[in-house]
């Protein structure tokens, strides 16, 4: 075989083999004062500080690129966004708060792109489904949850990214309020 050949086999078994991978969902409680959000998050996988992230980064980007429908976007972009969510608790466990703090604002991030996918499908005439809806609904309420548990519980100099991910979390219900 040539090594071009060769090498579009071996990326092609490499990705086939990091995208049909699939892990049972485990919640994941985060203690709150207030009330508690029905939303299991999805299992994140490796966390950022794993030497084989970019390659789970790569995947995702990939998956996401290769998605041309806005409402599977969405789909896709909420689920990374839950992950990073999930990611974010972890670190925060292992009192890694600054890595934790840049994975709640990447989460706001790919959340906010999520509803960036429904508006263009709303604009191209195909609006999600009341029940999609609701899930972001959910799901922002339980980032959201998150965020207060985080910032209630990290050290003082590692509060900006996680004071940050707040402003954009509420901004984001506001945007969500509209559909």
Not at 73 to 98: C, H, Q, V
């Amino acid at each position: 075989m040539t090594r071009l050949r060769l090498a579009s086999l071996m990326a092609t078994l490499f990705f086939f083999a990091f995208a049909t991978i699939v892990l049972p969902a485990s919640p994941q409680e985060v203690s709150v004062s207030a009330e508690q959000v029905e939303y299991t998050l999805p299992y994140h996988g490796i966390l950022p500080d794993h030497p084989l992230f970019f390659l789970k980064n790569t995947r995702d980007n990939l998956w996401l690129f290769l998605s041309r429908d806005n409402i599977k976007k969405a789909e896709l972009l909420l689920l990374f966004s839950d992950k990073r969510a999930g990611m974010a608790i972890s670190l925060s466990k292992k009192g890694k708060w600054e890595e934790a703090g840049i994975a709640l604002t990447g989460s706001e991030s790919k959340f906010s792109s999520a509803i960036d996918a429904i508006d263009n499908a709303r604009k191209q005439g195909a609006p999600p489904g009341s029940d999609f809806i609701q899930t972001l609904k959910l799901s922002n309420a339980k980032h959201r949850q998150i965020i207060e548990s985080l910032l209630k519980d990290s050290p003082a100099g590692n509060r900006t990214e996680v004071e940050s991910a707040l402003k954009t979390n509420i901004s984001l219900k506001d945007r969500l309020s509209r559909f």
